[in-house]
């Protein structure tokens, strides 16, 4: 019997959560039933460990990803849009793969999927919901018409995108879905707080350094634990984005935070290191995963690694599936900079082992990669029967 042959199709490459998720993903798959091929549009991490898998990897720069927003859609689509006119070459890679399933890694693929369906492609197609910036708008409503028409199964990493979907105009009574957390592998080894490998509260951030994930907000948390005098660590590990101001400057985010923190004097509380391939390793270093976002979504990437290495998280928000209030770590309600240096002044060395191992028992029963490998499994399975 033949393996069923899957096409990928990733935004990224390797720096951002959906890729490392995808990564996982494929990793988990029995590759004696099924045969993963992937198309990156970037040469990075993820790329190149499904390389040294031996997972077929392409790199197609013009993959396009265009994701409906809460605001500035009009902006958005006059920048990416272009970028459609010169996919031809995309969709004829596609095409000639033949696969029996198409597995598109983001909701912002669809317009890619449109134009394969113009030129006669069709095949079975799995859509995965990873966005949490997506807004439930005219646009979302447009990509939902098409979804409910063409897509055979929609996957969402968590409740908060299957709800956007339904508010969007998804017809999820329709549509096949399933709610699925992303994997990570993890800890078998409990972090023992008992024995800190410092004197001082070691705080990691782990995400994009951009207006969006909340590293602006460390440097004003930082300020104010410095006047508080309170002795701590923040370790600030993520990707750069460049940016322009006035539309001329052209700007480099990870150099523009360097410079406020050196100009606020806050180089013994917070230093900003950049992009990490081994947030794995950082995480064992720190005792607690701090998670400011300004989207309020206190769930993703960083905190399913974090729980998954027995590390409590810090954020804020109202899901609480992952984080758990003084269980799993620090839920508060909404993002205030007193509030979180409050939370961080008091909290002590024996709640961080009650929650490290918390973190464990919730990573082993929603993270789990075995559980995950079947389910995905029997979902490529029910579309080719």
Request: hydrophobic residues 40%; glycine residues 4%; positive net charge.
């Given at each position: 019997?033949?393996?069923?042959?899957?096409?990928?199709?990733?935004?990224?490459?390797?720096?951002?959560?959906?890729?490392?998720?995808?990564?996982?993903?494929?990793?988990?798959?029995?590759?004696?039933?099924?045969?993963?091929?992937?198309?990156?549009?970037?040469?990075?991490?993820?790329?190149?460990?499904?390389?040294?898998?031996?997972?077929?990897?392409?790199?197609?720069?013009?993959?396009?990803?265009?994701?409906?927003?809460?605001?500035?859609?009009?902006?958005?689509?006059?920048?990416?849009?272009?970028?459609?006119?010169?996919?031809?070459?995309?969709?004829?890679?596609?095409?000639?793969?033949?696969?029996?399933?198409?597995?598109?890694?983001?909701?912002?693929?669809?317009?890619?999927?449109?134009?394969?369906?113009?030129?006669?492609?069709?095949v079975?197609?799995?859509?995965?919901?990873?966005?949490?910036?997506?807004?439930?708008?005219?646009?979302?409503?447009?990509?939902?018409?098409?979804?409910?028409?063409?897509?055979?199964?929609?996957?969402?990493?968590?409740?908060?995108?299957?709800?956007?979907?339904?508010?969007?105009?998804?017809?999820?009574?329709?549509?096949?879905?399933?709610?699925?957390?992303?994997?990570?592998?993890?800890?078998?080894?409990?972090?023992?707080?008992?024995?800190?490998?410092?004197?001082?509260?070691?705080?990691?951030f782990?995400?994009?350094?951009?207006?969006n994930?909340?590293?602006?907000?460390?440097?004003?948390?930082?300020?104010?634990?410095?006047?508080?005098?309170?002795?701590?660590?923040?370790?600030v590990?993520?990707?750069?984005?460049?940016?322009?101001?006035?539309?001329?400057?052209?700007?480099?985010?990870?150099?523009?935070?360097?410079?406020?923190?050196?100009?606020?004097?806050?180089?013994?509380?917070i230093?900003?290191?950049?992009?990490?391939?081994?947030?794995?390793?950082?995480?064992?270093?720190?005792?607690?995963?701090?998670?400011?976002?300004?989207?309020?979504?206190?769930?993703?990437?960083?905190?399913?690694?974090?729980?998954?290495?027995?590390?409590?998280?810090?954020?804020?928000?109202?899901?609480?599936?992952?984080?758990?209030?003084?269980?799993?770590?620090?839920?508060l309600?909404?993002w205030?900079?007193?509030?979180?240096?409050?939370?961080?002044?008091?909290i002590?060395?024996?709640?961080?082992?009650?929650?490290?191992?918390?973190?464990l028992?919730?990573?082993?029963?929603?993270?789990?990669?075995?559980?995950y490998?079947?389910?995905?499994?029997?979902?490529?399975?029910?579309?080719?029967?």
């Amino acid at each position: 019997m033949s393996r069923i042959k899957i096409l990928y199709i990733d935004k990224e490459g390797g720096q951002g959560g959906s890729s490392k998720s995808l990564y996982n993903l494929i990793s988990s798959l029995n590759l004696k039933k099924i045969e993963p091929i992937v198309f990156c549009k970037l040469k990075g991490s993820t790329y190149l460990k499904l390389k040294e898998k031996g997972i077929k990897c392409q790199i197609i720069p013009s993959i396009c990803s265009i994701v409906p927003l809460p605001k500035k859609n009009l902006r958005n689509w006059f920048v990416h849009g272009p970028k459609l006119f010169f996919i031809n070459d995309l969709l004829k890679k596609i095409i000639d793969v033949k696969p029996d399933i198409l597995h598109l890694n983001y909701e912002g693929l669809i317009p890619i999927h449109y134009f394969l369906l113009k030129k006669n492609f069709k095949v079975k197609t799995v859509l995965h919901f990873r966005s949490s910036i997506a807004s439930p708008n005219f646009i979302y409503k447009i990509y939902a018409n098409h979804i409910n028409k063409n897509i055979d199964h929609l996957i969402f990493i968590t409740e908060n995108e299957w709800n956007i979907a339904k508010k969007g105009g998804i017809l999820l009574n329709k549509v096949p879905n399933s709610i699925m957390y992303n994997t990570a592998n993890i800890s078998k080894i409990k972090k023992n707080y008992n024995k800190p490998a410092s004197k001082y509260l070691r705080v990691i951030f782990l995400g994009i350094l951009d207006k969006n994930k909340g590293a602006k907000r460390l440097i004003e948390l930082a300020y104010v634990l410095k006047t508080w005098n309170i002795k701590l660590k923040i370790d600030v590990y993520g990707r750069t984005v460049q940016y322009r101001e006035w539309f001329i400057l052209k700007k480099n985010s990870l150099e523009e935070f360097r410079k406020k923190v050196k100009n606020k004097n806050l180089e013994k509380i917070i230093t900003f290191f950049g992009y990490t391939n081994e947030p794995e390793e950082k995480l064992a270093n720190s005792d607690i995963l701090i998670r400011p976002s300004v989207l309020n979504d206190p769930w993703g990437r960083d905190t399913i690694e974090a729980l998954s290495n027995g590390i409590p998280v810090i954020t804020h928000g109202q899901y609480d599936k992952f984080v758990k209030n003084n269980f799993t770590g620090i839920l508060l309600p909404k993002w205030n900079v007193y509030d979180y240096a409050r939370s961080i002044k008091n909290i002590n060395r024996k709640e961080l082992n009650a929650w490290s191992q918390n973190a464990l028992d919730l990573a082993i029963k929603n993270f789990n990669t075995r559980k995950y490998s079947k389910k995905i499994t029997n979902i490529y399975l029910s579309l080719l029967n």
